[in-house]
């Protein structure tokens, strides 16, 4: 089957978070067509390929973010020009997934098979870190290494940035804005802002560094003329594995005298170990890659415990934009970065 015509056909079913439902239903056809029996749970869709030996997850998402606007191309129409294939979910991570299908059927389908099973999964709402791999997992057997189908130029992500989310909360007292007076709680905000700012981020990772954290949304005030008695901000710490999330939340509510609520620590940061199996399989099926860590999210986190890397044909920096896109020569890449990787991977089990 042609890569580049998988595609297509992929891309110009829309399958924006939470609407998975057609392009499930023609994966599980084509997994028919392939003569791999596919398992269903919900708009998730998987198929064990083998018999014996170690089983190795493949994990890639059907879902997309909305097309947005700012597109010179139909975002569904998978037009093809100058060696790139537009559109929604080309590159993120459609085109992964594609690859990891022929890769698949490219070993299990055509001549000796591996010693080693291998669990093909496409799952969906990953953009939203939902009811997807994380709620599939439970009914899988557990793997024993994973590869999470993502757009890294076919590099293996072997560490990849946890999420906190906290929502702070300066209290003030209103008055008179000609009068003067009251407690501004937009200053006191102001003052946490500068002293997070001023955080001293102590652990590097080797493959992450440190933290990072940004003051992503602020409100405060109801008219110009009112001294404001309180202000909201919402602050997004991405963390690495050389900190628990807890630790992270106690250093923020020592530096600041707003209220801190946790709206959200359950994506925590992950590694596997250079000297992993999957690692070097990867590493050897692409000398020319380079093994790195990720500041993005994906599944990955839902895999803790298990090896895994994140790779995959494509560039993130794509992803989300207007006129999203792969070439087509980063996807043919990708199937066979993908055999290789199975086979060097079941060869050394």
Same mark, same amino acid.
């Given at each position: 089957?042609?890569?580049?015509?998988?595609?297509?056909?992929?891309?110009?079913?829309?399958?924006?978070?939470?609407?998975?439902?057609?392009?499930?239903?023609?994966?599980?056809?084509?997994?028919?067509?392939?003569?791999?029996?596919?398992?269903?749970?919900?708009?998730?869709?998987?198929?064990?390929?083998?018999?014996?030996?170690?089983?190795?997850?493949?994990?890639?998402?059907?879902?997309?973010?909305?097309?947005?606007?700012?597109?010179?191309?139909?975002?569904?129409?998978?037009?093809?020009?100058?060696?790139?294939?537009?559109?929604?979910?080309?590159?993120?991570?459609?085109?992964?997934?594609?690859?990891?299908? =022929?890769?698949?059927? /490219? &070993?299990?389908?055509?001549?000796?098979?591996?010693?080693? @099973? $291998?669990?093909?999964?496409? *799952?969906?709402?990953?953009?939203?870190?939902?009811?997807?791999?994380?709620?599939?997992?439970?009914?899988?057997?557990?793997?024993?290494?994973?590869?999470?189908?993502?757009?890294?130029?076919?590099?293996?992500?072997?560490?990849?940035?946890?999420?906190?989310?906290?929502?702070?909360?300066?209290?003030?007292?209103?008055?008179?804005?000609?009068?003067?007076?009251?407690?501004?709680?937009?200053?006191?905000?102001?003052?946490?802002?500068?002293?997070?700012?001023?955080?001293?981020?102590?652990?590097?990772?080797?493959?992450?560094?440190?933290?990072?954290?940004?003051?992503?949304?602020?409100?405060?005030?109801?008219?110009?003329?009112?001294?404001?008695?309180?202000?909201?901000?919402?602050?997004?710490?991405?963390?690495?594995?050389?900190?628990?999330?807890?630790?992270?939340?106690? =250093?923020?509510?020592? /530096? &600041?005298?707003?209220?801190?609520?946790?709206?959200?620590? @359950? $994506?925590?940061?992950?590694? *596997?170990?250079?000297?992993?199996?999957?690692?070097?399989?990867?590493?050897?099926?692409?000398?020319?890659?380079?093994?790195?860590?990720?500041?993005?999210?994906?599944?990955?986190?839902?895999?803790?415990?298990?090896?895994?890397?994140?790779?995959?044909?494509?560039?993130?920096?794509?992803?989300?934009?207007?006129?999203?896109?792969?070439?087509?020569?980063?996807?043919?890449?990708?199937?066979?970065?993908?055999?290789?990787?199975?086979?060097?991977?079941?060869?050394?089990?």
């Amino acid at each position: 089957m042609n890569p580049v015509e998988l595609l297509r056909e992929l891309v110009r079913i829309a399958s924006p978070t939470g609407q998975e439902e057609a392009l499930v239903n023609r994966l599980q056809t084509l997994f028919g067509e392939m003569g791999w029996q596919a398992r269903r749970q919900g708009r998730n869709l998987w198929t064990i390929l083998g018999d014996q030996g170690p089983l190795l997850l493949f994990n890639s998402h059907t879902d997309t973010v909305p097309a947005g606007n700012g597109w010179s191309k139909d975002p569904l129409a998978a037009q093809l020009q100058d060696g790139r294939l537009y559109g929604r979910g080309a590159n993120d991570a459609k085109g992964c997934l594609t690859a990891m299908i =022929l890769a698949a059927q /490219r &070993v299990f389908n055509a001549g000796p098979r591996p010693r080693g @099973r $291998l669990c093909l999964a496409a *799952t969906c709402e990953e953009e939203i870190n939902g009811q997807g791999l994380q709620t599939l997992l439970p009914d899988l057997p557990r793997p024993d290494a994973a590869v999470v189908g993502e757009p890294t130029g076919l590099s293996p992500a072997i560490a990849q940035k946890g999420l906190i989310v906290l929502e702070l909360t300066s209290r003030g007292r209103a008055a008179h804005a000609a009068w003067g007076g009251g407690s501004n709680a937009v200053e006191t905000a102001a003052r946490d802002i500068l002293s997070l700012g001023a955080l001293n981020w102590e652990r590097d990772h080797p493959f992450l560094g440190r933290p990072s954290l940004n003051v992503t949304q602020i409100q405060g005030g109801l008219c110009h003329n009112m001294i404001p008695d309180s202000c909201r901000m919402v602050i997004d710490i991405r963390t690495t594995p050389s900190y628990r999330p807890e630790e992270i939340v106690s =250093l923020v509510r020592g /530096r &600041v005298k707003s209220e801190v609520t946790v709206r959200s620590q @359950r $994506l925590e940061a992950v590694s *596997t170990d250079p000297a992993e199996p999957i690692v070097r399989a990867s590493l050897a099926a692409r000398p020319q890659s380079q093994a790195f860590g990720s500041p993005t999210l994906s599944d990955w986190v839902f895999l803790k415990g298990i090896p895994a890397i994140k790779a995959g044909p494509g560039d993130s920096r794509r992803s989300h934009t207007p006129d999203e896109y792969i070439a087509v020569a980063e996807l043919e890449e990708g199937v066979d970065f993908y055999e290789e990787l199975m086979r060097r991977y079941f060869a050394a089990a």
